[in-house]
């Protein structure tokens, strides 16, 4: 399979937004959960959002409201976009993908745990106050 790739980064000022996206090729499909973590400076890594199979999109409370996962299965692609942005947002970005062969997301251990397959290199998120 081919790697994932995010891009969109950047630094924004707190209130403003960013729309991160992740190349996926081979993985937007119905055998694939994806999703996006967060590594903020100093922190352990943690869990943003998750998609299943059929689109249904899963948060972590402390974006929800603010953040929307979604995905382009035609350019292969896992978006996130995010507004609102608060400083505590500030971290690497990264999305995931591991394979499920009943097509639900909740039997394999990727979002929220952490356990996926594949991994890209992330793209770092700057929040200034």
């Known amino acids: 399979q081919s790697q994932l790739k995010e891009s969109g980064g950047g630094s924004v000022q707190a209130g403003g937004s960013r729309n991160l996206a992740c190349n996926a090729p081979?993985?937007?499909?119905?055998?694939?959960?994806l999703a996006w973590f967060r590594q903020p400076p100093g922190k352990e890594r943690e869990p943003v959002a998750g998609i299943d199979t059929d689109g249904t999109p899963d948060y972590a409370d402390s974006v929800k409201g603010r953040f929307t996962i979604s995905q382009d299965n035609g350019k292969h692609l896992l978006f996130l976009q995010m507004n609102n942005l608060k400083p505590e947002d500030t971290a690497m970005y990264y999305c995931?993908?591991?394979?499920?062969?009943?097509?639900?997301?909740?039997?394999?251990?990727?979002?929220?745990?952490?356990?996926?397959?594949?991994w890209g290199q992330g793209t770092q998120v700057t929040v200034s106050s």
């Open positions: 995931a993908a591991t394979p499920s062969s009943s097509g639900d997301c909740s039997s394999v251990d990727c979002y929220p745990d952490g356990r996926c397959s594949t």
């Open positions: 081979g993985y937007t499909n119905i055998h694939y959960c």
